[in-house]
């Protein structure tokens, strides 16, 4: 685990977090006056919340589409 100051950190923010998100580096503490103040990780990805989590849960209809033109029209402010 790699220690960095905190001019340091600032300095050079883009690269540490490069080498967090790229795994180079599992986490960095951020020292203040020789202290350790902060522990920079990566984020964890959660790979089942994505688009399409929900496929097969329900069925679409196949006239989804039917009333959009009147949908549209509310929109627009015609009556």
């Known amino acids: 685990m790699r220690t ?3 001019l340091e950190a ?3 923010l ?3 977090l490069n080498a967090i998100e790229s795994g180079d580096e ?3 503490l951020i020292a ?3 202290r350790p103040a902060a522990r920079l990780t990566a984020m964890k ?3 089942n919340r994505r688009i399409g989590v929900a496929k097969g849960d329900f069925a679409v209809p196949d006239d ?3 009333y959009n033109a009147e949908i549209q029209a509310l929109f627009d ?3």
């Open 77 to 79: 402010g015609d009556q």
């Open 14 to 16: 883009e690269q540490i």
């Open 32 to 34: 203040r006056d020789g």
């Open 45 to 47: 990805r959660d790979v």
């Open 64 to 66: 989804i589409d039917r």
């Open 26 to 28: 599992s986490e960095i």
């Open 4 to 6: 960095v100051d905190l």
């Open 10 to 12: 600032a300095a050079n």
